[in-house]
């Protein structure tokens, strides 16, 4: 096949494909330049990602010194220059989220597979390169819309597909995790310089998560025993880690031992108050319970953090049992508009039915 034949063959294929994209939705994950975007812009957009890709990750870590560290070790590395932000999900697994606008996502896990602080400066100087084109490497017709939608200020905090929580989605979707972690790190290879203690402390808390994943591993096996003393041996070794003991909470509540549960919920929300699945356990529980009032606090939290059909569908029933019944229909149909097939989504709609033929 000659030059001009490959060429014809090319962009035959490119129509069709654009062609099949335009008939199935998929048009949007098309390839599209970045929309041209002001620093305050861009700052603004890193953010909004940041505060839902923190939910979709674990939740924000709670840590004074950690914090306080890091932010030093920032200083150092960039400099004053307000280049770069760093904040810290509270997740095992090794990865770097770089985002619009200078900001960076550490998981706890690589944080606590640092070996030394210049490697750790090394990763700093690499991430900060990379968020330059954090967004244009992901632009195309569906981010450039949540982008629009973010700006725009419309966005629902009942939404479960708002663009915020879209374009959250993405980013969690493509990590610098395994090799292209390793990559980075290999810049840091052969330097020295002892780590803060705070960073330190991290490894020692990783035989606790081991457990922690065992534990979640017998759950799913439905062996509730077994899960939850591996759930307890964690919470032992290692008492004020929130997702060790929202799990643990967790485990109780679906055990149906409601007071063990409120205790490890309750302080697990102490602390770590921004992550809305302990929120939403925490709201579940009381509701059990007829705490309604509290329920819905708590559930109206979950749900401003990150809304999912699961807390929207508690929320409808705490408004319902609150006696604002118009405003428990009007989540059940948001839920049944956003995910009519699920379970909960099917279970809404039998609910607005019923609401219809009692009025």
Same mark, same amino acid.
């Given at each position: 096949?000659?030059?001009?034949?490959?060429?014809?063959?090319?962009?035959?294929?490119?129509?069709?494909?654009?062609?099949?994209?335009?008939?199935?939705?998929?048009?949007?994950?098309?390839?599209?330049?970045?929309?041209?975007?002001?620093?305050?812009?861009?700052?603004?957009?890193?953010?909004?990602?940041?505060?839902?890709?923190?939910?979709?990750?674990?939740?924000?870590?709670?840590?004074?010194?950690?914090?306080?560290?890091?932010?030093?070790?920032?200083?150092?590395?960039?400099?004053?220059?307000?280049?770069?932000?760093?904040?810290?999900?509270?997740?095992?697994?090794?990865?770097?989220?770089?985002?619009?606008?200078?900001?960076?996502?550490?998981?706890?896990?690589?944080?606590?597979?640092?070996?030394?602080?210049?490697?750790?400066?090394?990763?700093?100087?690499?991430?900060?390169?990379?968020?330059?084109?954090?967004?244009?490497?992901?632009?195309?017709?569906?981010?450039?819309?949540?982008?629009?939608?973010?700006?725009?200020?419309?966005?629902?905090?009942?939404?479960?597909?708002?663009?915020?929580?879209?374009?959250?989605?993405?980013?969690?979707?493509?990590?610098?995790?395994?090799?292209?972690?390793?990559?980075?790190?290999?810049?840091?290879?052969?330097?020295?310089?002892?780590?803060?203690?705070?960073?330190?402390?991290?490894?020692?808390?990783?035989?606790?998560?081991?457990?922690?994943?065992?534990?979640?591993?017998?759950?799913?096996?439905?062996?509730?025993?077994?899960?939850?003393?591996?759930?307890?041996?964690?919470?032992?070794?290692?008492?004020?880690?929130?997702?060790?003991?929202?799990? /643990? =909470?967790?485990? $109780? %509540?679906?055990? &149906?031992?409601?007071?063990? +549960?409120?205790?490890? !919920?309750?302080?697990? #929300? @102490? *602390?770590?108050?921004?992550?809305?699945?302990?929120?939403?356990? /925490? =709201?579940?529980? $009381? %509701?059990?319970? &007829?705490?309604?009032?509290? +329920?819905?606090?708590? !559930?109206?939290?979950? #749900? @401003? *953090?990150?809304?999912?059909?699961?807390?929207?569908?508690?929320?409808?029933?705490?408004?319902?049992?609150?006696?604002?019944?118009?405003?428990?229909?009007?989540?059940?149909?948001?839920?049944?508009?956003?995910?009519?097939?699920?379970?909960?989504?099917?279970?809404?709609?039998?609910?607005?039915?019923?609401?219809?033929?009692?009025?």
């Amino acid at each position: 096949m000659n030059f001009f034949s490959q060429k014809l063959l090319r962009s035959a294929i490119i129509i069709a494909l654009t062609w099949l994209a335009g008939c199935t939705g998929m048009d949007q994950y098309l390839p599209a330049d970045a929309p041209v975007l002001t620093a305050e812009q861009e700052i603004k957009i890193g953010s909004t990602i940041e505060d839902r890709l923190l939910q979709l990750l674990g939740g924000p870590r709670h840590d004074k010194v950690l914090l306080e560290e890091l932010d030093a070790l920032l200083r150092q590395t960039t400099g004053d220059t307000g280049r770069l932000t760093v904040s810290v999900a509270d997740r095992n697994v090794a990865a770097l989220y770089v985002l619009p606008g200078g900001r960076v996502v550490m998981t706890r896990g690589l944080l606590a597979e640092m070996r030394d602080l210049d490697q750790f400066k090394s990763l700093l100087e690499s991430a900060a390169a990379l968020t330059d084109t954090a967004y244009s490497d992901r632009a195309n017709r569906a981010t450039n819309k949540a982008v629009a939608e973010i700006l725009s200020l419309q966005e629902s905090v009942y939404d479960p597909a708002s663009g915020s929580i879209r374009l959250a989605r993405i980013f969690a979707e493509r990590p610098c995790q395994d090799s292209c972690l390793t990559n980075l790190l290999q810049a840091g290879v052969g330097r020295s310089g002892e780590l803060p203690e705070a960073i330190r402390m991290l490894k020692a808390l990783q035989p606790a998560y081991q457990l922690l994943a065992e534990a979640r591993r017998f759950e799913k096996a439905e062996d509730t025993s077994q899960a939850i003393t591996r759930y307890l041996d964690a919470a032992i070794m290692a008492p004020d880690e929130p997702q060790i003991l929202g799990s /643990l =909470g967790m485990a $109780y %509540l679906r055990a &149906g031992e409601l007071q063990t +549960a409120r205790l490890n !919920l309750q302080k697990a #929300v @102490r *602390l770590q108050p921004d992550y809305y699945r302990t929120r939403m356990g /925490l =709201g579940y529980l $009381y %509701l059990q319970q &007829g705490k309604v009032s509290q +329920a819905n606090d708590e !559930l109206a939290e979950s #749900v @401003r *953090l990150l809304p999912v059909t699961e807390n929207l569908f508690l929320l409808a029933e705490a408004r319902e049992k609150g006696g604002d019944v118009e405003g428990g229909l009007s989540l059940y149909r948001l839920i049944v508009d956003k995910d009519p097939h699920s379970t909960l989504g099917r279970t809404a709609a039998r609910r607005l039915a019923h609401a219809k033929g009692v009025q």
